[in-house]
């Protein structure tokens, strides 16, 4: 059957609709993978700073990334036996490959970025920082619990 | 019709070469490292890398030979500042890649995390320390399914950022650490492989302490030292030493016995000529020429005699100025000797032989006697540590040997080459190493080398035929190491 002249041939069709159905699974597929590194990664990870007996310090901080994409964290600090608990801290995570993206509801600001490695979490954000300010603020590693 | 046919092979053409290049991209893929860090991965072809790093950096790698299939190739970078290491086969094929950042920069530390994290992802790192008992280090490896590719970084005591992240291809290593008999034991020099994978280790390092250490050499390596003196005339300094007058501390930890008996020993091996003593010794010969003379590496007893390297330093100036002029017709010969002298029960001289250490040398040098005295079934023997200068129109060299003086009247028996060092005409600098004999085919002695250069270590493999007596001359040695390619 003729067709108009600038329409688009059915083989050309069906070959666009292939391309469209393999987009939507390349796409997929990514979500796939963020959603299998989710469930992976959803759990309490801990970072403690004890500087005790030299000092009276001792920190201990929660950060806990929950199945649907959000994420809170509580620091508590004790102080020559005197306990005090931070106001905490929550939001949305994201994944990109191996790189944790924090975004806060509370504080705002920049993204916090940490990199997945095994059952630790390593704050990314040093490099940022030392390239705006020109001081190394280290590194925080949160390691899982549960 | 006829156009949607035409549409038709236009995407079966298209399909055909996304399926040939997805098809090639796997096969590249299987041929690569998975343990990939910004461009750098083993498995891949060396041009590619140096090509996008000349892209980026204006820079080109600096390469060296480190055997003859392989060259080490070095660039320093900015960004995260440090220096890239590549091994390269010469098929363009990167063995090894690594890189040592210069500081435990923010940067690098978060980069070696994410790379970290992205190799764990395929395959668990193993952590440990490279010494169990050494605690300021520990390294994380990475091992591919089928064990083709490994990958590691090194940390230092705090243990947050690598000092060496490394990516190899372990077959590709392996054939080059086969390559050659030291090729293995250079590679784990250079920090490219570990110590524990170089099969021939134990054995390498036995020879290079007999070297350092001066242990006696292995008898398996012996070779008989030449016999026939080189028929050159001797060298002649141009004029006489001025005999200088004693100083309160001239001739410091020489005994009057020992003086006395070298006075003997001197007067007794060349006749006419006697020792005086100043601020330094001369032997001054019937013509009433003086010369000065330097006793080196003395052993020995007094009441048992001893054994000393004799040197006449201005024969020895005439014979180098001679080698640096490259004009064989006029060169001539400077040995060091042994004087072994010997008292007999009255004080008088027993007997005394003097012995040219090196038959074959244009000039030669004493370094160490070591006298060792006879064992259940070893019958005594002396020693000799000795540096041996040869030449040719196109280089000068010089060998270091371990001979063995035995017999009576004593001889050089056996030998075995040390060290060896090599200028070529025209090259600004001399290669210099280790002889490690590897091989022992008929009629002929395999020589390996062990060089330090600036930017590491190599090795290259000669086989030098070994004359009707079985003697291993030094200047067929410098010929053969002429004769290959110097690693650079």
């Not at chain 2, 660039?75 to 040592?100: K, P, S, Y």
Request: hydrophobic share 40%; charged share 25%.
């Amino acid at each position: 059957m003729p067709h108009a002249p600038f329409s688009i041939p059915n083989t050309f069709r069906r070959s666009l609709a292939l391309t469209a159905f393999a987009l939507v699974f390349v796409v997929a597929a990514c979500e796939d993978e963020e959603a299998r590194t989710r469930k992976r990664i959803v759990a309490d990870y801990v970072r403690e700073i004890d500087m005790r007996p030299r000092t009276q310090i001792y920190v201990r901080q929660v950060l806990t990334l929950k199945p649907d994409g959000r994420w809170t964290r509580t620091t508590t600090m004790e102080t020559r036996g005197q306990t005090e608990e931070s106001l905490p801290d929550s939001g949305t995570f994201r994944i990109q490959g191996v790189t944790l993206i924090l975004r806060s509801l509370v504080e705002g600001g920049q993204s916090r970025r940490f990199t997945i490695g095994g059952d630790s979490l390593f704050s990314a954000n040093a490099a940022q920082v030392q390239a705006l300010t020109g001081y190394d603020i280290g590194e925080e590693v949160f390691v899982r619990s549960r | 019709m006829r156009r949607s046919r035409i549409f038709q092979a236009g995407i079966a053409l298209a399909l055909l070469i996304f399926v040939g290049a997805k098809a090639f991209r796997y096969v590249q893929l299987r041929t690569q490292s998975p343990f990939v860090m910004w461009e750098f991965r083993a498995g891949g072809r060396f041009s590619v890398l140096e090509k996008s790093a000349f892209r980026q950096t204006r820079q080109r790698f600096a390469c060296n030979d480190v055997v003859a299939s392989a060259r080490l190739c070095e660039m320093r970078v900015t960004g995260i500042g440090g220096v890239v290491r590549v091994l390269v086969n010469d098929r363009d094929r990167i063995a090894a890649v690594e890189f040592a950042p210069d500081s435990a920069t923010p940067a690098m530390r978060e980069e070696a995390r994410r790379v970290a994290a992205e190799w764990g992802l395929m395959r668990p790192g193993a952590s440990s320390r490279p010494v169990p008992s050494d605690t300021s280090a520990s390294i994380t490896r990475w091992r591919s399914e089928d064990g083709n590719w490994t990958a590691f970084m090194r940390y230092d005591r705090l243990g947050s950022t690598p000092v060496l992240v490394h990516m190899g291809d372990e077959a590709t290593l392996a054939a080059i650490g086969a390559s050659s008999p030291l090729a293995a034991y250079v590679l784990a020099l250079n920090g490219v492989i570990e110590a524990s994978d170089v099969p021939n280790a134990g054995a390498v390092s036995e020879v290079l302490a007999t070297t350092m250490y001066r242990r006696a050499t292995d008898p398996a390596n012996e070779t008989p030292s030449p016999r026939a003196t080189t028929a050159l005339e001797l060298c002649t300094p141009e004029r006489s030493d001025p005999i200088l007058a004693a100083t309160d501390r001239s001739l410091d930890g020489l005994t009057e016995s020992v003086k006395s008996l070298l006075e003997r020993a001197i007067a007794a091996v060349y006749p006419g000529s006697r020792l005086v003593t100043g601020d330094g010794m001369w032997v001054v010969s019937p013509t009433g020429v003086s010369e000065r003379v330097s006793f080196s590496g003395m052993a020995g007893v007094d009441s048992a005699g001893i054994v000393t390297g004799v040197d006449f330093p201005a024969r020895t100036a005439v014979a180098s100025q001679r080698m640096d002029d490259a004009v064989p017709e006029r060169f001539c010969r400077a040995p060091a000797a042994l004087l072994f002298a010997r008292p007999s029960d009255d004080d008088s001289l027993a007997d005394a032989h003097v012995v040219d250490v090196d038959a074959e040398a244009l000039a030669s040098d004493v370094l160490t006697i070591d006298v060792v005295e006879p064992d259940a079934g070893t019958p005594g023997h002396i020693r000799v540590r000795y540096g041996a200068a040869y030449a040719t129109t196109g280089w000068t060299g010089s060998i270091e040997w371990e001979a063995v003086f035995a017999e009576d009247p004593p001889r050089s028996t056996v030998r075995v080459p040390l060290l060896f060092s090599q200028h070529s005409q025209g090259a600004e600098e001399a290669v210099a190493g280790h002889l490690i004999v590897t091989g022992r085919p008929d009629g002929l002695i395999e020589l390996s080398t062990i060089e330090q250069k600036q930017w590491g270590f190599s090795t290259r493999t000669v086989v030098v035929p070994v004359d009707s007596g079985g003697v291993l001359l030094g200047t067929r040695i410098l010929e053969r190491l002429a004769g290959t390619q110097p690693a650079r």
